[in-house]
């Protein structure tokens, strides 16, 4: 019996556009009034106001055009993605990243596993304070060379990046584009129940992580090391001179890893100044490494190529939300989908938000742009079924950040998964009992939370 297969990621987001499409001719168009919010600077919806507004259904030849306009929509990040790709393919190209990796390696002979659960924590600590997602793509070959180099299956570098990182967001106390807006909008002080979610948070890295090494150590291949490659050989050969280029390259890495942190955490960097920085760490290493200007111009190249089919796929992911917003029926989901909650118990209510966060995020893959256009929705009907407004928070938390790990309109996900070169059936078998862990594990997270008063 023939089983299963998901189609290629380029095919599968293109039939989420034409179902976006089909939904613009299915679904009345509607539109809720909306006003600035001063506490977080962003347009937000006013409860009470939907209403239907002219059908705006969406021609093949506009569905055919907002592809590129999702690729015009994501340049920064495409951008972002080809220059970092690049600058790691240099990197990689000197034969620093391989000879760190094997050092590293030996240092640990025996303890390989604690890799995953470091590198693991690294990423969830970024997603929980940062929701990195974009940002992790170009950082997909270096993890790819430390996986292969364990000899661990190459599924295992997007769930300890991606998936970590996903994970951390979704249960984090001080994540600015999720909780954070969230509270804003819910008239909660920040920060406000941290101790609540910092020990469901523990419990589900424990869970992602946990599972993430029970696959590796299962699946790790029992063939020899991957061989030297002709630039690591004669890197060998060169001696002390070569070992010290090499030592220089990772200083490099190192400090452009500090610089790119600060800057994110501190600076309020954008994509585009991640990007220099990356396109800065590329020139600097290919010098500094040896390959010269020809050398470096043509390590550049090679990583544009390879990052390309990832670039595309995160403009692919984006038209369907442009698609959605032309044909003007993403506020009559979100209403759809919010008034019946409105009559169900306070604890059926709050499951069913988490289950309506977790729908709305497949057509609204933005966890900011889904806080504002649901928080004010959601929010005054929690106070009338007498529902502790961070319990409403926690439903978004939960619903919108664990669906991350699976749905395909995350252009992030589908880029990481591309890269490491693994279908994204593969992925669903990997992630979804996980995800499913996880689930019960917020739904557990909302009950408790009901109960105790948070």
């Known amino acids: 019996m023939p089983t299963f297969r998901f189609p290629h990621p380029l095919v599968l987001l293109f039939a989420f556009i034409l179902l976006a499409v089909g939904l613009s001719y299915v679904l009345p168009a509607g539109r809720f009034d909306r006003r600035l919010d001063a506490a977080t600077g962003r347009e937000v919806v006013v409860p009470g106001s939907y209403k239907q507004v002219a059908p705006t259904p969406v021609s093949p030849l506009a569905a055919l055009t907002a592809i590129p306009k999702g690729l015009q929509d994501a340049a920064d990040v495409i951008f972002l993605v080809f220059l970092a790709g690049g600058a790691f393919t240099v990197v990689d190209q000197t034969g620093a990243l391989r000879r760190g990796v094997d050092w590293l390696l030996a240092k640990l002979s025996g303890r390989e ?34 996986m292969r180099r364990m000899r661990y299956p190459v599924i295992t570098a997007a769930a300890v990046s991606i998936g970590s990182a996903a994970v951390g967001a979704a249960f984090s106390p001080l994540n600015p584009f999720q909780v954070g807006i969230a509270q804003k909008l ?19 890295l424990l869970i992602w992580i946990g599972g993430t090494v029970r696959y590796a150590l299962k699946h790790r291949e029992t063939a020899p090391l991957i061989a030297d490659s002709p630039i690591e050989a004669e890197a060998d050969a060169a001696g002390h001179e070569t070992g010290r280029r090499h030592g220089l390259v990772l ?77 003007q029926i993403v506020d009559t989901v979100v209403n759809g989908l919010s008034a019946p909650l409105a009559h169900l118990p306070v604890v059926l209510s709050a499951l069913g938000m988490l289950g309506v966060h977790t729908a709305l995020h497949i057509p609204v893959p933005s966890v900011s742009g889904q806080a504002v256009l649901t928080m004010p929705i959601l929010t005054p009907l929690s106070d009338l079924l007498g529902l502790s407004r961070q319990v409403t928070v926690l439903a978004f938390q939960y619903g919108a950040g664990l669906c991350e790990l699976l749905t395909p309109t995350n252009g992030a996900l589908m880029a990481i998964v591309a890269a490491c070169g693994v279908r994204f059936d593969q992925w669903w078998k990997f992630a979804l009992p996980l995800y499913l862990m996880l689930l019960g594990l917020a739904v557990v997270a909302i009950v408790l939370g009901i109960a105790l008063g948070v």
Do not use: H
Request: hydrophobic letters at 65%; proline letters at 3%; a negative charge.
């Open 251 to 327: 200083a490099l890495l190192f400090v452009t890893f500090a610089v790119f942190t600060y800057g994110v955490l501190n600076l309020g960097w954008d994509f585009s100044q991640m990007a220099a920085l990356f396109l800065g760490l590329g020139i600097a290493a290919g010098l500094v490494g040896g390959l010269g200007l020809t050398g470096t111009a043509e390590g550049f190249i090679t990583g544009f190529r390879d990052m390309a089919f990832s670039a595309v796929l995160i403009g692919f992911a984006r038209a369907i939300f442009v698609v959605l917003e032309q044909g």
């Open 113 to 146: 596993a604690l890799v995953i659960p470091v590198v693991a924590l690294l990423f969830a600590t970024m997603g929980a304070l940062e929701n990195m997602q974009e940002e992790i793509v170009p950082l997909v070959p270096v993890l790819l060379v430390l």
């Open 186 to 204: 819910a008239g909660l002080p920040l920060l406000s129940g941290a101790g609540f979610r910092l020990v469901f948070l523990a419990l589900a």
